[in-house]
């Protein structure tokens, strides 16, 4: 795989074979090295054979091998003449971060930090397959999908506040409730409210080191707060609702001539109904998974307000972002000086809006969006 070397931490794939644009990895020397033998460079190349791509197919420094798509890539395909690829998004979609703040320091927590702990592994259940407290009907799961975290707020899991410094406010308005199979139904209708397995995890977590005062202050964060992450996504529903997709997608891509360089990019065009009900289907999973993380929070409040004996006031527990991962969504772009129509596919990665972006929240809107960076199984994490 020819890499072109851009700078120290940007590297170029050139344009060649079937590839429509050039692929661009950010990563330094040391690196590289693991993207290189773990041939996810190669599906940076492939991702740039997607009919509709533009700019270029892209990888962020933690990418790795994955479905079609290395974990970590991102690319955006034209909404007129462009195909949405299941691969691009994943198959837990709309898996994200969401962050708490507290007005807590470690030492008002450190005493009771075991029980803490028992605490949520009891509130908010984890594992393959587990379900949690929550029994839906299949008539509600269809709400959910609609209605994303809004749907637990109108039920009871937090308050409207806690939508203000979501993404999109907590929902997509492409979802259609009706798409999902009865499987993905199915799945779904004990898992709100749960982490899952894998790199899923809900931490207590301590802000050890603020580089940027003003921007801190900002998000409500300061050195030695406890603050709440929690890592998780649209668990077996949307892994059903992928599942169900990638079928449909194998028919599409001979129905419509496509050539692809791996069949695990398998894609339909967006204009397409395939394209159209995969994306739609693919919203409902991604409310579902906003839905599990506001039920998350509630019964994380729950906990802390029991075992601490204080009042949700003195806590202050607000969601500082909730940002997903693992998403395919509709948005503007300037491309070429033009502003542009487009598919943007994230697997493994958050957008990054910048200061005065108008999907910001207005509190945070004169520094840019939080960007939250889940660490794997321990390890620290950022924002």
Same mark, same amino acid.
């Given at each position: 795989?020819?890499?072109?070397?851009?700078?120290?931490?940007?590297?170029?794939?050139?344009?060649?074979?079937?590839?429509?644009?050039?692929?661009?990895?950010?990563?330094?020397?040391?690196?590289?090295?693991?993207?290189?033998?773990?041939?996810?460079?190669?599906?940076?190349?492939?991702?740039?054979?997607?009919?509709?791509?533009?700019?270029?197919?892209?990888?962020?420094?933690?990418?790795?091998? #994955?479905?079609?798509?290395?974990?970590?890539?991102?690319?955006?395909?034209?909404?007129?003449? *462009?195909?949405?690829?299941?691969?691009?998004?994943?198959?837990?979609?709309?898996?994200?971060?969401?962050?708490?703040?507290?007005? %807590?320091?470690?030492?008002?927590?450190?005493?009771?930090?075991?029980? %803490?702990?028992? !605490?949520?592994?009891?509130?908010?259940?984890? !594992?393959?397959?587990?379900? #949690?407290?929550?029994?839906?009907?299949?008539?509600?799961?269809?709400?959910?999908?609609?209605?994303?975290?809004?749907?637990?707020?109108?039920?009871?899991?937090?308050?409207?506040?806690?939508?203000?410094?979501?993404?999109?406010?907590?929902? %997509?308005? /492409?979802?259609?409730?009706? %798409?999902?199979?009865?499987?993905?139904?199915?799945? *779904?209708?004990?898992?709100?409210?749960?982490?899952?397995? *894998?790199?899923?995890?809900?931490?207590?977590?301590?802000?050890?080191?603020?580089?940027?005062?003003?921007?801190?202050?900002?998000? #409500?964060?300061?050195?030695?707060?406890?603050?709440?992450?929690?890592?998780?996504?649209?668990?077996?529903?949307?892994?059903?609702?992928?599942?169900?997709?990638?079928?449909?997608?194998?028919?599409?891509?001979?129905?419509?001539?496509?050539?692809?360089?791996?069949?695990?990019?398998?894609?339909?065009?967006?204009?397409?109904?395939? *394209?159209?009900?995969?994306?739609?289907?693919?919203?409902?999973?991604?409310?579902?998974?906003?839905?599990?993380?506001?039920?998350?929070?509630?019964?994380?409040?729950? /906990?802390?307000?029991?075992?601490?004996?204080?009042?949700?006031?003195?806590?202050?527990?607000?969601?500082?972002?909730?940002?997903?991962?693992?998403?395919?969504?509709?948005?503007?772009?300037?491309?070429? !000086?033009?502003?542009?129509?487009?598919?943007?596919?994230?697997?493994?990665?958050?957008?990054?809006?910048?200061?005065?972006?108008?999907?910001?929240?207005?509190?945070?809107?004169?520094?840019?969006?939080?960007?939250?960076?889940?660490?794997?199984?321990?390890?620290?994490?950022?924002?």
């Amino acid at each position: 795989m020819p890499l072109e070397k851009i700078d120290d931490f940007r590297w170029r794939i050139p344009k060649r074979g079937d590839m429509r644009v050039d692929g661009l990895i950010y990563a330094d020397e040391k690196m590289l090295a693991h993207i290189v033998d773990e041939k996810a460079a190669e599906q940076v190349a492939n991702v740039a054979c997607l009919p509709g791509i533009v700019g270029r197919s892209l990888a962020m420094p933690d990418i790795h091998w #994955g479905y079609g798509f290395p974990i970590g890539g991102v690319a955006a395909t034209a909404v007129e003449d *462009g195909v949405i690829s299941p691969g691009g998004i994943g198959y837990d979609i709309s898996c994200g971060v969401r962050l708490l703040g507290t007005r %807590l320091t470690l030492k008002e927590v450190e005493r009771k930090l075991e029980r %803490l702990a028992d !605490g949520l592994f009891h509130n908010v259940p984890s !594992g393959v397959g587990v379900g #949690g407290k929550l029994r839906l009907s299949a008539q509600e799961i269809r709400k959910v999908f609609r209605k994303g975290a809004r749907w637990a707020v109108e039920n009871g899991f937090g308050d409207g506040d806690d939508l203000d410094t979501c993404e999109d406010g907590g929902f %997509l308005d /492409t979802a259609d409730p009706e %798409l999902p199979s009865e499987r993905a139904v199915k799945r *779904g209708l004990d898992q709100l409210g749960t982490l899952g397995s *894998g790199n899923h995890f809900l931490e207590i977590q301590r802000v050890e080191r603020v580089f940027d005062p003003v921007i801190a202050n900002t998000f #409500g964060l300061f050195e030695g707060q406890i603050a709440v992450m929690v890592h998780t996504g649209s668990r077996g529903c949307g892994y059903q609702i992928c599942e169900d997709s990638l079928a449909e997608m194998q028919t599409a891509v001979r129905k419509y001539g496509l050539s692809l360089p791996d069949r695990q990019l398998s894609c339909a065009p967006l204009s397409s109904p395939e *394209g159209r009900n995969y994306f739609a289907a693919m919203s409902a999973g991604a409310n579902y998974a906003r839905a599990n993380r506001q039920v998350i929070t509630h019964w994380v409040r729950e /906990t802390f307000v029991s075992i601490l004996g204080a009042s949700p006031r003195d806590l202050n527990m607000e969601v500082v972002y909730d940002v997903c991962h693992n998403i395919g969504k509709i948005e503007e772009h300037v491309v070429d !000086g033009q502003k542009r129509k487009l598919c943007v596919h994230r697997k493994g990665a958050t957008r990054a809006f910048p200061a005065g972006h108008p999907d910001i929240p207005e509190k945070y809107r004169l520094v840019g969006q939080p960007v939250l960076i889940p660490g794997t199984m321990g390890t620290c994490s950022y924002v």
